[in-house]
């Protein structure tokens, strides 16, 4: 069974960085990927990329201020969050999927999230 454990939420000011961890055990998985969500709105596509991390999307808030990297020896992805705004405070989650050749990310298997404040 797929289990997906995120680390390295906190609070940060505006401005700074943060880098989340997601360590996957079970089996090697092809796709990994970040989403994000605040209450009351639905979780949105923050990035992902393939089995070495060689290919990447982002959602357009964060191209250039965010890094999706994979550790494939540790089954780790990372997300480096830099230049944070206060609207990047959610919860962000780890999750394993599908990502098609013109970058549309399906997830499947979800951690449970860690979450991100950024204050002003």
């Known amino acids: 069974q797929v289990q997906l454990v995120e680390s390295g939420g906190g609070l940060v000011q505006a401005g700074g960085s943060l880098r989340l961890s997601c360590a996957a055990s079970?089996?090697?998985?092809?796709?990994m990927g970040w989403f994000r969500q605040v209450p009351g709105k639905e979780r949105e596509f923050v990035a992902a990329?393939?089995?070495?991390?060689?290919?990447?999307y982002y959602t357009d808030s964060v191209k250039g201020r965010f890094t999706i990297s994979r550790d494939v020896a540790k089954n780790t992805i990372y997300l480096q969050m830099n230049s944070l705004k206060v609207e990047d405070t959610a919860v962000y989650y780890c999750?394993?999927?599908?990502?098609?050749?013109?970058?549309?990310?399906?997830?499947?298997?979800w951690g449970r999230g860690t979450q991100v404040t950024v204050s002003s």
């Open positions: 999750n394993t999927g599908n990502l098609g050749p013109s970058g549309d990310y399906r997830p499947s298997s």
């Open positions: 990329c393939n089995w070495d991390g060689g290919i990447t």
């Open positions: 079970g089996r090697t998985f092809y796709s």
